[in-house]
Structures are given as structure tokens and as C-alpha cells.
């Protein structure tokens, strides 16, 4: 998993300009043939961010004259992806996000992922310094979304690493409180929906989490989310979103699916097969059209193109790795 903020960079109005032109698609609000961000409301209601990681990546390939580099990373800057807040400023970066989402018209998509004792000292270690100022990150996340239309997949494996033993015993009942307040906090916004982590596909017993969602406030939260970051299969992981639904009282749930076109890589040493695997690909398009009633739809939570840590020649967590990218691009039909 990762959590790392990457800074906004100042662009000029031409590469701006020039990545809207390519990473744009004809819109199907009214707006003709003239260049758009945004993917179609009916089927995508999320806000593609014209300032992303791979939009500044085709502007910089179009600067060099690299048309086929640019063509392939637009299949990842035409796509709304997740907005990780960061720890920093969580009013400031959920107020920019949700006001530039209303301003198109679309929703924000955010990830809180600042729980302490994250991700277990491993590559994304790090986190809120204890649960009060994880408390008051929240509200200032909350703040900063307001009355405006936003998702929000609250805290990767937050959950999972509480039923795999990752996270030390004397840490779980002020994660459970610190789950259930934040699902709490959120909900009290007119317009946003939280689906709460619930691990992926590749977690071989499914009926170990129930009990641990309903401590860490499912029933309050809109639904859950399945494979965050990871490979599994789409079909896969409607299966084991399926199975747990019927667990907790039919809960509607989310799917990651930014790099799951080829499904999980099998090589390599099993600890870290989920870090930077190679031939990987681009996964199914985020929509909320997925042709099933309990999945709301197919998200690109984790940014395609972001290393999952300094593993196999990757830059650190949450950092832009192009090389990456590129693969994924080119793996995906």
C-alpha cells in the first residue's frame, strides 16, 4: 500500500492545454466535439484531475516529441483515479479536490489513509502519531469536503492487518474506535459515501472479517471495498465481494481495478509479489455501469503508474515510477 504525497507541480497554461487535448474525451453533456477532462457523467460520474501524475507525464512526452510514450499514458490521464490525502494539510487538499470535482460536475474520489501504526512498519509505514490526531486529521478532512459530492474508501488494509496479526494486540480496540468514528464523522456530510477497506481476493478465508467490519462500523458506512491496490481478477474479486456481502447484512461494496487487467503476479518471493510486479496491465475502466446490483462500481483507487515501494527497481511508496506506467499501458488492450 502506499500513502505518500506527491507535490503539485505550477504548469503553464500550454501544458495544460496540450494534456486536455490528449487525455480528453468527446463528452456526452452537451459539450460537442470541443476537447474535455472528463469522462461521460452517465457512466463515470468521477472527477478526472487534469493536474495528475500522468497527465504532467503526457505533457512532458509530448514536450520531447514522444507521441507514442504520450498515447500510451493517456489511457491512464483520461481516467479519474483516487486523491490521497495527505497529512499535511487534509482541509486544504480535500477542499481543492472537491471544489475543482463540483466545478466540473463530477464527484471526488479520496483515500484516508493515515491510520497509526500504518501498514505495519513495511514500505508505507507511518500514519497519524496516535488517535487523537487521527481524530482531528478526519475533521479536517471533513471539513474540507463539506456539503460537495465526494467517495471516499476510508484506510486500506486497516481492517486486514487487524485479522492477519500484522498489527500488534495492543493496538486493535483504538483502531476499531478510531475505524468507527471516522465512518461516524464522515456521514454526518449531506453528499459523501464511505465504503470501509475489506482486504482483497488473495485473503484465502473471507469469514474472518465480518466481525472485525461490524467493530470497525460497517453498518454505518455505505459498503466496503475489495482489492485496493492489489491484482486480483475483477470476476475474482465479485466473488469474494459476494461472499462477505451476505455477511454483513448485504453491504454494496467498490472494486479496484487500476491494475488488475492481468491478475496477480505469481513470481518471485510471495512477501513482496504485490509490489511493483512485472506484466501487469490496466484493468476495466472505472464506471458505476458494472452490470451488477451490489457492486456501485469500478474505481482506479490506487493510481496506476505510482510505485508500491522501493521493491524491484521502484522509487518509494506513492511516488510517480514511468517506467511503470508505461508497462501498464503498454499490457493493457
Known sequence: MYGSRVGRARWTAAAVGAVLLVAGCSSADGEGDRPAAQQPK???????????????QVASYLDDGDTAKAELIKKIAAQPVGEWIGPEDPEGEAKRYTE????????????????????????????????????????????????????????????????DGCTPQQYHQERYDLLKGAIERLKRLPATKVYLDAGNAGWANPDSLPGPLRRAGIDAADGFAVNVSNFQTTEASKDFGHALSAKVGGKHYVIDTSRNGNGPYTGG??????????????????????GD?????YLWVKRPGESDGDCKGGPKAGDWYPEYALELARNTE
Request: glycine share 8%; proline share 8%; with cysteine.
Open 42 to 56: 452517465a457512466t463515470d460520474p468521477y472527477w478526472v484531475n487534469p493536474e495528475g501524475n500522468a497527465a504532467k
Open 100 to 163: 475543482a470535482a463540483e466545478k466540473a460536475d463530477r464527484d471526488a474520489l479520496l483515500v484516508l489513509y493515515n491510520i497509526p501504526h500504518r501498514d505495519c512498519g513495511q514500505f508505507s509505514k507511518g500514519g497519524a502519531s496516535d488517535g487523537d490526531a487521527y481524530r482531528a486529521w478526519v475533521d479536517k478532512v471533513a471539513e474540507g469536503i463539506d456539503d460537495r459530492r465526494a467517495t471516499v474508501v476510508l484506510e486500506p488494509d486497516a481492517v486486514l492487518h487487524l485479522v
Open 269 to 290: 518471493d510471495p512477501k513482496e509479489n504485490w509490489c511493483n510486479p512485472p506484466g501487469r496491465a490496466l484493468g476495466d475502466e472505472p464506471t458505476t455501469k458494472t
Open 293 to 297: 446490483p451490489l457492486v456501485d462500481a
